[in-house]
Nanobody
C-alpha cells in the first residue's frame, strides 16, 4: 500500500487545517488507518486512528475534541480535520495503514507509512 499525505501548511494559532491521506490500494477499506506526528527533537506520537469502516475512532488526549479523523473508502482517502490549532501541534504528520481492520495506537502495529506533511502553527 502506498500512502500520500497532503494538506499541511502554515496556520495561526486557533486556525484550522485538513490533512488528506490518499492510498493506492483498491482494498483500502480492509485497513485500519492512523495519523501520527513528530515534532522537532521529539519521538513520533500517536494522534488518531480509525477502523476499516469508520465506525470506530480513537484520539490522543492532546487532540481530543479538536481533531476529527474520517475516511472515504469510495475514494481510498483518509482525512484529519484539525481545529483550534495550537503551537504545540507543530509537527510532521504521517498517515499509516495496518494489515488489520481494527484500530491501534502503537506505531509498531502499522505496516505502511506515508511520507509526512508539515504542519506549522504560529503563535
Amino acid at each position: 500500500v502506498q500512502l500520500q499525505a497532503s494538506g499541511g501548511g502554515l496556520v495561526q494559532a486557533g486556525g484550522s487545517l485538513r490533512l488528506s491521506c490518499a492510498a493506492s490500494e483498491r482494498t483500502f477499506g480492509n485497513y485500519a488507518m492512523g495519523w501520527f506526528r513528530q515534532a522537532p527533537g521529539k519521538e513520533r506520537e500517536f494522534v488518531a486512528t480509525i477502523n476499516w469502516s469508520g465506525s470506530t475512532t480513537y484520539y490522543a488526549d492532546s487532540v481530543k475534541g479538536r481533531f476529527t479523523i474520517s475516511r472515504d473508502n469510495a475514494v481510498n482517502t483518509m482525512y484529519l480535520e484539525m481545529n483550534s490549532l495550537k503551537p504545540e501541534d507543530t509537527a510532521v504528520y504521517y498517515c499509516a495503514a495496518r494489515d488489520y481492520s481494527a484500530v491501534a495506537t502503537a506505531a509498531t502495529l502499522y505496516n505502511y507509512w506515508g511520507q509526512g506533511t508539515l504542519v506549522t502553527v504560529s503563535s
